[in-house]
């Protein structure tokens, strides 16, 4: 039989816990991972790569069969999402199953889930229903387009988001027809803004030490996501459309040919431009009148580009690049995926990192994108086999080796 479970005013977790950690900074926590795809992954890895004690819990293979969403288990994209973390099996449409959940959810700081939002109140596994056992548990939501709402139930996928929340409507050259963008930035942006949610809860629940609710969307974060390109419409009532590669209101900023391909240049306001045009040798533009205001240079937008791109045709990108930079201008290549980590200030950063894998040897996932001076992230544990560490995990959390076996039994792990 699997113990009840019994109410706790705090994370009762053993303090001897030792598992490898990826940074002290969150070390802490203890985060249960009810998640799929990309957006909560995304917001549970936030919390594995900076310590955070995650654990995630995925169907028994029996009842989800093949390959995890997201690709092969251990393909590219699902070692890069998932490293850090450690993996249980937990049958929820089970009562043993939820009855395990719960007691995990008892000495857990945060559940993160991405189920559709019926799905979970099914199940029984919605936050009042874990709140009921632990006050202080932070509960974050991620749907494609809300909890409630005429959208509710529909499923959603970053592509939809994109087309929905107004991106795809200027992306893309003028006439072009709708373009999505080239990552899954809906997604992407609903899990780190999932994760800064719960980070702001866990904050808030020192003062108040209770837990609260947090919920995000694909469409909320897509929107959010437009900013400026929003705020045209919300304010001026301007409908943005599709600019290509030149910028919606500043110019000249955008993608221009040089003898040997294509460089970005980007100007702000009137003294970069005056040293833009000094730095390629077009001083004669500065006192053309059709280009004597930012109004003006975006009213002749085209024939401002070809005047300029007459000038870059007489050298390389390189040069250019480093011409205009050294005049405060920016400037910058476009590059592939493969020149991208072969620059040497990416290199620099160091933003591949290792991780080891008992599979595929050693791997290049991405780092976190910043850094911290005294707790800095690194790969702790690669990204874990299904289920690996369900006895391990059970038995941290107070389960006992009949229990455990009970639940094997049972089927619910």
Known sequence: MVAPVRPSPENTLPASTTIPRASTAL????????????????????????????????????????????????????????RNKRSITLDLKSEA????????????????????????????????????????IVYVSISA???????????????????????????????????????????????????IGALTALLEREQSGEGQY?????????????????????????????AGNNHPTSV???????????????????????RFCKAIGGEHLIEHPDYATNA???????????DIEKTLASDNSASWIERLNAAGVAAGPIYTIDEMFADKQVQHLGIATDMKTPDRGTLQVIRQPFTLSRTQSRIAMPTPERGEHTDEVLAEFGFSKDEIEALKNAGAV
């Open 252 to 274: 000249p900023t955008g993608v221009y040919r040089t003898r040997d391909g294509h460089i970005n240049i980007a100007t702000t306001g009137s003294p970069s431009w005056v």
């Open 296 to 306: 003006l240079r975006l009213k002749n937008r085209d024939a401002l580009n070809a």
């Open 97 to 136: 199953g939820r009855g395990a959940l719960l007691r995990l959810a008892q000495q857990a700081d945060v559940v993160i889930e991405n189920y559709r939002p019926d799905v979970k109140r099914r199940l029984r596994i919605d936050y009042p229903d874990l709140k009921a056992v632990n006050p202080r």
């Open 214 to 242: 947090i919920e995000t969307s694909l469409l909320a974060a897509q929107i959010f996501l437009l900013d400026f390109q929003a705020a045209r419409w919300l304010i001026d009532k301007e409908v943005p459309g599709q």
């Open 145 to 195: 387009y809300g909890q409630d709402g005429p959208y509710e139930k529909w499923p959603g996928f970053d592509q939809i988001a994109q087309g929905m929340g107004g991106l795809m409507s200027v992306t893309g050259l003028p006439g072009q027809g709708p373009v999505r963008a080239g990552a899954a930035v809906a997604d992407m942006a609903a899990g780190l803004f999932a994760a």
């Open 27 to 82: 070390a802490r926590f203890t985060v249960l991972d009810l998640t799929r795809v990309r957006a909560g992954p995304t917001c549970a890895r936030q919390f594995a790569d900076w310590g955070a004690n995650v654990i995630k819990i995925e169907a028994p293979e029996r009842l989800e069969g093949g390959d995890p969403i997201g690709g092969a288990r251990h393909g590219a994209d699902f070692q890069n999402l998932h």
